[in-house]
T-cell receptor, first 114, second 115 residues
């Protein structure tokens, strides 16, 4: 069955520190991969996506993610976290064909210490 | 970037009444739209896939008669929560995928409170 796992429910980092949010997926083939950010009471904002090609993807707000097929992972990284990055982060996969349904991970809540 | 507008952003209704939520793709056409429900501090759960001009496809466990979905045009899908009850209180989010392909874009969500 298709699934997305975000092992870390909560992560706390100091402002200026580096960040890595983990995402592992289970899928029959290479899916489309996404990272979204959600502020409290808000919708989702797309940070970046991977469809094909270069496995290191650059996104908005200084985020990047690396697709590793051998590890079925798509971890999100940022070299220096800002206080405004505090939010909930969701990893998602979507089927390459057919209905294009998204499956979301359970999310990782990021707290940034001043 | 592409914009998906969801309206209203917040709604409070009385138990037993119906509420309609609109999802519009403002600058692209979307053959397919999706409706999600998000409980507090939880992930998004897909409720249904809305296809323009045809019946929506509901996920297992989602009541079709309670959550009516209409996708009458390439830019508008609506979700109507019928005979709402307090347990229907939740955050509902729509997304729209451009007809030419690529990733889907999400609306800002609707906070429904049934009292």
């Amino acid at each position: 069955a298709q699934s997305v796992t975000q092992p870390d429910i909560h992560i706390t980092v100091s402002e200026g520190a580096s960040l890595e949010l983990r995402c592992n997926y289970s899928y029959g083939a290479t899916p489309y991969l996404f990272w979204y950010v959600q502020s409290p009471g808000q919708g989702l904002q797309l940070l970046l996506k991977y469809f094909s090609g270069d496995t290191l993807v650059q996104g908005i707000k200084g985020f990047e993610a690396e697709f590793k097929r051998s590890q079925s992972s798509f971890n999100l990284r940022k070299p220096s976290v800002h206080w405004s990055d505090a939010a909930e982060y969701f990893c998602a996969v979507a089927s390459v064909s057919g209905t294009y349904k998204y499956i979301f991970g359970t999310g990782t809540r990021l707290k940034v210490l001043a | 970037g592409a914009v998906v507008s969801q309206h209203p952003s917040r709604v409070i209704c009385k138990s037993g009444t119906s509420v309609k939520i609109e999802c519009r793709s403002l600058d692209f056409q979307a053959t397919t739209m999706f409706w999600y429900r998000q409980f507090p501090k939880q992930s998004l759960m897909l409720m249904a896939t809305s296809n323009e001009g045809s019946k929506a496809t509901y996920e297992q466990g989602v009541e079709k008669d309670k959550f009516l979905i209409n996708h009458a045009s390439l830019t508008l899908s609506t979700l109507t929560v019928t005979s709402a009850h307090p347990e229907d209180s939740s955050f509902y989010i729509c997304s729209a995928r451009p007809s030419e392909g690529g990733g889907a874009f999400f609306g800002q969500g609707t906070r429904l409170t049934v009292v």
